[in-house]
Protein backbone atom coordinates (compact mmCIF):
# COMPACT_ATOMS: atom_id res chain seq x y z
CA UNK A 1 0.00 0.00 0.00
CA UNK A 2 0.98 3.34 -0.98
CA UNK A 3 0.91 5.31 2.34
CA UNK A 4 1.54 9.34 3.00
CA UNK A 5 5.06 9.74 2.34
CA UNK A 6 5.85 6.86 -0.34
CA UNK A 7 2.98 8.92 -2.31
CA UNK A 8 4.31 12.35 -1.89
CA UNK A 9 7.76 10.58 -3.55
CA UNK A 10 6.24 9.35 -6.40
CA UNK A 11 4.32 12.29 -7.01
CA UNK A 12 7.40 14.41 -7.28
CA UNK A 13 9.13 11.76 -9.79
CA UNK A 14 5.22 11.55 -11.97
CA UNK A 15 4.58 14.96 -11.65
CA UNK A 16 8.40 15.46 -13.10
CA UNK A 17 8.14 13.06 -15.62
CA UNK A 18 4.17 14.35 -16.64
CA UNK A 19 5.53 18.32 -16.96
CA UNK A 20 9.11 18.08 -18.13
CA UNK A 21 8.88 15.25 -20.38
CA UNK A 22 5.17 15.45 -21.43
CA UNK A 23 4.80 12.00 -22.33
CA UNK A 24 3.82 8.51 -21.63
CA UNK A 25 5.61 7.12 -18.93
CA UNK A 26 5.17 3.64 -18.93
CA UNK A 27 7.22 1.28 -20.30
CA UNK A 28 6.64 -0.04 -23.78
CA UNK A 29 8.46 -3.28 -23.13
CA UNK A 30 6.65 -4.08 -19.62
CA UNK A 31 5.98 -7.57 -18.43
CA UNK A 32 2.72 -8.67 -17.92
CA UNK A 33 1.99 -8.49 -14.14
CA UNK A 34 -0.10 -11.52 -12.97
CA UNK A 35 -1.84 -10.65 -9.51
CA UNK A 36 -3.59 -13.33 -7.24
CA UNK A 37 -6.62 -11.79 -6.18
CA UNK A 38 -7.51 -14.74 -3.67
CA UNK A 39 -6.48 -12.77 -0.58
CA UNK A 40 -8.01 -9.76 -1.01
CA UNK A 41 -10.51 -8.16 1.61
CA UNK A 42 -13.54 -6.41 0.85
CA UNK A 43 -12.78 -2.51 0.35
CA UNK A 44 -8.84 -3.61 0.38
CA UNK A 45 -6.76 -2.00 -2.17
CA UNK A 46 -3.11 -2.66 -3.04
CA UNK A 47 -0.58 -0.78 -5.15
CA UNK A 48 2.00 -2.59 -7.88
CA UNK A 49 4.66 -1.75 -10.32
CA UNK A 50 3.81 -2.35 -13.89
CA UNK A 51 6.08 -0.59 -16.83
CA UNK A 52 7.19 1.83 -14.46
CA UNK A 53 4.35 3.32 -13.12
CA UNK A 54 1.87 2.01 -9.59
CA UNK A 55 -0.90 0.08 -10.63
CA UNK A 56 -3.43 0.32 -8.13
CA UNK A 57 -6.05 -2.96 -7.40
CA UNK A 58 -9.41 -2.33 -5.40
CA UNK A 59 -11.80 -5.02 -4.19
CA UNK A 60 -14.87 -3.08 -4.08
CA UNK A 61 -16.87 -3.20 -0.61
CA UNK A 62 -20.54 -3.31 -1.52
CA UNK A 63 -21.20 -0.01 -0.51
CA UNK A 64 -19.01 1.07 -3.13
CA UNK A 65 -20.67 -1.41 -5.98
CA UNK A 66 -24.30 -0.07 -4.54
CA UNK A 67 -22.93 3.96 -4.77
CA UNK A 68 -22.07 3.47 -8.56
CA UNK A 69 -25.02 1.28 -9.31
CA UNK A 70 -26.82 4.04 -8.01
CA UNK A 71 -24.94 7.14 -8.67
CA UNK A 72 -26.62 9.68 -11.42
CA UNK A 73 -23.94 12.06 -11.36
CA UNK A 74 -21.68 12.14 -13.82
CA UNK A 75 -19.17 14.99 -13.82
CA UNK A 76 -17.56 14.53 -17.13
CA UNK A 77 -20.48 14.71 -18.56
CA UNK A 78 -23.24 16.72 -16.54
CA UNK A 79 -21.24 19.77 -15.67
CA UNK A 80 -18.74 19.93 -18.58
CA UNK A 81 -20.02 23.45 -19.63
CA UNK A 82 -19.79 25.02 -16.48
CA UNK A 83 -16.13 23.97 -15.26
CA UNK A 84 -12.98 24.71 -17.22
CA UNK A 85 -11.85 21.88 -19.08
CA UNK A 86 -8.54 20.75 -18.66
CA UNK A 87 -6.02 19.39 -21.45
CA UNK A 88 -5.42 15.62 -20.67
CA UNK A 89 -1.99 14.82 -19.37
CA UNK A 90 -0.41 12.53 -21.67
CA UNK A 91 -0.30 9.41 -20.47
CA UNK A 92 -3.96 9.63 -21.37
CA UNK A 93 -2.84 9.34 -24.82
CA UNK A 94 -1.02 5.82 -24.67
CA UNK A 95 -2.90 4.05 -26.91
CA UNK A 96 -2.69 0.59 -24.28
CA UNK A 97 -4.85 1.65 -21.83
CA UNK A 98 -8.23 0.51 -21.84
CA UNK A 99 -11.07 3.19 -22.81
CA UNK A 100 -14.60 3.61 -21.45
CA UNK A 101 -16.18 1.50 -23.91
CA UNK A 102 -13.72 -1.34 -23.21
CA UNK A 103 -15.50 -1.48 -19.74
CA UNK A 104 -18.67 -2.38 -17.87
CA UNK A 105 -19.92 1.11 -17.92
CA UNK A 106 -20.78 2.08 -14.66
CA UNK A 107 -17.52 0.79 -13.24
CA UNK A 108 -14.90 1.09 -16.01
CA UNK A 109 -13.29 -2.35 -15.27
CA UNK A 110 -13.94 -5.81 -16.58
CA UNK A 111 -16.28 -6.74 -13.47
CA UNK A 112 -18.17 -4.95 -10.28
CA UNK A 113 -15.68 -6.89 -8.08
CA UNK A 114 -12.35 -5.34 -9.08
CA UNK A 115 -11.10 -1.84 -10.09
CA UNK A 116 -7.36 -1.78 -12.00
CA UNK A 117 -6.36 1.66 -12.36
CA UNK A 118 -2.91 3.42 -12.87
CA UNK A 119 -2.37 5.07 -9.58
CA UNK A 120 -1.77 8.68 -10.41
CA UNK A 121 -3.79 11.54 -10.50
CA UNK A 122 -4.83 13.42 -14.09
CA UNK A 123 -4.40 16.61 -12.80
CA UNK A 124 -0.59 16.26 -12.02
CA UNK A 125 0.53 13.11 -12.32
CA UNK A 126 0.66 12.79 -8.32
CA UNK A 127 0.66 9.30 -6.74
CA UNK A 128 -2.74 8.53 -5.61
CA UNK A 129 -3.76 7.73 -1.54
CA UNK A 130 -6.59 5.11 -0.99
CA UNK A 131 -8.88 6.32 1.90
CA UNK A 132 -11.23 4.19 3.11
CA UNK A 133 -12.77 6.48 5.72
CA UNK A 134 -13.43 10.18 6.60
CA UNK A 135 -10.13 11.74 7.53
CA UNK A 136 -9.29 14.52 9.71
CA UNK A 137 -7.02 15.84 6.53
CA UNK A 138 -10.50 16.47 4.11
CA UNK A 139 -13.43 19.11 4.66
CA UNK A 140 -16.58 18.28 6.18
CA UNK A 141 -17.92 18.47 3.01
CA UNK A 142 -15.21 16.12 1.52
CA UNK A 143 -15.55 13.56 4.28
CA UNK A 144 -19.66 13.26 3.81
CA UNK A 145 -18.77 12.54 -0.23
CA UNK A 146 -15.82 9.90 1.02
CA UNK A 147 -18.17 8.57 2.89
CA UNK A 148 -21.16 7.64 0.68
CA UNK A 149 -18.69 6.65 -2.01
CA UNK A 150 -17.24 3.89 0.77
CA UNK A 151 -13.94 5.19 0.13
CA UNK A 152 -12.17 7.05 -2.68
CA UNK A 153 -8.66 8.19 -4.42
CA UNK A 154 -7.30 11.31 -2.76
CA UNK A 155 -4.33 12.91 -4.76
CA UNK A 156 -2.63 14.48 -2.10
CA UNK A 157 -1.09 17.52 -4.33
CA UNK A 158 -4.89 19.09 -5.60
CA UNK A 159 -7.10 17.16 -2.92
CA UNK A 160 -8.78 16.26 -6.08
CA UNK A 161 -11.12 12.51 -4.51
CA UNK A 162 -12.14 10.00 -7.23
CA UNK A 163 -14.63 7.24 -6.75
CA UNK A 164 -14.41 3.19 -6.97
CA UNK A 165 -14.66 3.55 -10.76
CA UNK A 166 -11.67 6.03 -11.07
CA UNK A 167 -14.13 8.88 -12.05
CA UNK A 168 -13.37 12.72 -9.95
CA UNK A 169 -16.19 13.07 -7.12
CA UNK A 170 -15.97 16.85 -6.99
CA UNK A 171 -14.67 19.95 -9.23
CA UNK A 172 -11.44 21.12 -8.05
CA UNK A 173 -11.04 25.01 -7.98
CA UNK A 174 -13.03 25.90 -11.57
CA UNK A 175 -11.62 22.05 -13.32
CA UNK A 176 -12.80 18.67 -13.09
CA UNK A 177 -9.86 16.21 -13.21
CA UNK A 178 -10.55 13.54 -16.45
CA UNK A 179 -11.31 9.82 -15.20
CA UNK A 180 -8.13 7.70 -14.08
CA UNK A 181 -6.59 5.33 -16.72
CA UNK A 182 -7.32 2.16 -16.87
CA UNK A 183 -3.96 -0.21 -17.88
CA UNK A 184 -4.36 -3.29 -20.14
CA UNK A 185 -5.20 -5.79 -18.42
CA UNK A 186 -7.66 -9.24 -18.52
CA UNK A 187 -8.80 -12.23 -16.00
CA UNK A 188 -7.54 -15.56 -16.37
CA UNK A 189 -9.41 -18.56 -15.33
CA UNK A 190 -7.77 -19.03 -12.01
CA UNK A 191 -9.49 -15.33 -11.34
CA UNK A 192 -6.37 -13.40 -11.34
CA UNK A 193 -5.78 -10.00 -12.97
CA UNK A 194 -3.22 -9.61 -15.53
CA UNK A 195 -2.27 -5.98 -15.90
CA UNK A 196 -0.16 -5.70 -19.11
CA UNK A 197 -2.10 -8.28 -20.99
Known amino acids: MVNFRTAIIFSIFYAVSFVVYGESIIDENASPLTIDTSTFREGEARTYEWGGVPVVILKRSNVQVKFLEESKIDLERDFAGQFRPLDPPKILEDKRLLKDNDLVSKFRSRSKEYFVAIQLSTLEGCALIYQERPSS ?43 LAIPPYGVNTQGRIIVGQ
Do not use: H, R, W
Not at 159 to 166: H, I, K, P, Q
Open 137 to 179: KFSEFQNTVLKMAGGAFYDPCTSALFDASGKPLLPVGSSIPSS
